[in-house]
């Protein structure tokens, strides 16, 4: 059995494991009206906010919205966190199981060192936006939406070192304990975030395009029910 999905005036769209909003963002210049949730509180994230266990918001809530974004925290997966030694959940086969659940289509979000526990994930670079940043992340889809892999130009310019300041005429990697934030701030479009939301946030280009696609199919997706 299906049914259409009820998207919402304007369409609803729950940014789930939000941080500071550089997602939720992207899909609210889409055109989507955005609600992010987090369990630490978010007094930058720049549109509707509730503090709550993301994976237990999106089993008790998510069903009323009609697409889901959720990024659960990466640095499990993270070379920077290897190298230090740290531990740290992996979430992302809970995430999944709570999105499949709701019934409706979603996407999740995370980086290289996680493609591998990703379904058959399409992997967005800046270089894609024109951004001065390469930035792979990489996006699993769910609940009949899809997303197909666009072109990854090459890298042609030289990019410095994680967490090192950016010489002239190269592009950032703004992770870590990064130099420049206002230069990061400009080259991601991120304007209201400090540094903590910076290493870490998806550039709203990203999630902007990726709207822009489930827009285009929500209005005659069916959903399994």
């Given at each position: ?25 992207g899909?609210?210049?889409?055109g989507?009206?955005v ?13 509707g ?16 919205f ?28 809970p ?6 659940a ?7 979000e ?24 390469y ?12 997303l197909?892999q ?42 209201w975030?400090?540094?903590d ?12 395009w ?12 069916a959903?399994?029910?």
């Open positions: 059995m299906t049914h259409p999905t009820d998207i919402g005036h304007p369409p609803r769209i729950l940014d789930a494991f939000c941080c500071q909003g550089g997602a939720g963002m899909y609210h210049r889409a989507f009206e609600t992010g949730v987090d369990k630490d509180a978010q007094p930058r994230y720049p549109l906010f509730h503090q709550a266990e993301a994976i237990a918001f999106i089993r008790e809530f998510g069903a009323g009609g697409f889901l974004h959720a990024s659960p925290p990466c640095q499990h997966d993270t070379d920077c966190q290897r190298i230090q030694g740290n531990t740290h959940p992996d979430l992302i086969a995430t999944r199981d709570a999105l499949n709701t019934g409706r289509p979603w996407v999740m995370n980086v290289r060192g996680a493609a591998r526990k990703l379904r058959e994930p399409v992997m967005l670079c800046g270089a894609m936006f024109g951004l001065r940043t930035r792979h992340r990489y996006f699993e889809t769910g609940g009949g939406f899809t197909t666009p072109h990854h130009p090459a890298h042609t310019i030289p990019q410095a070192k994680m967490g090192r300041p950016v010489p002239d005429g190269w592009y950032g990697q703004f992770v870590g304990n990064f130099s420049g934030v206002s230069l990061a701030r400009q080259v991601m479009d991120v304007p975030m400090n540094r939301g910076i290493r870490e946030c998806i550039p709203p280009a990203y999630t902007r990726i709207g822009t696609q489930a827009l285009a199919q929500l209005g005659v997706l959903v399994a029910a």
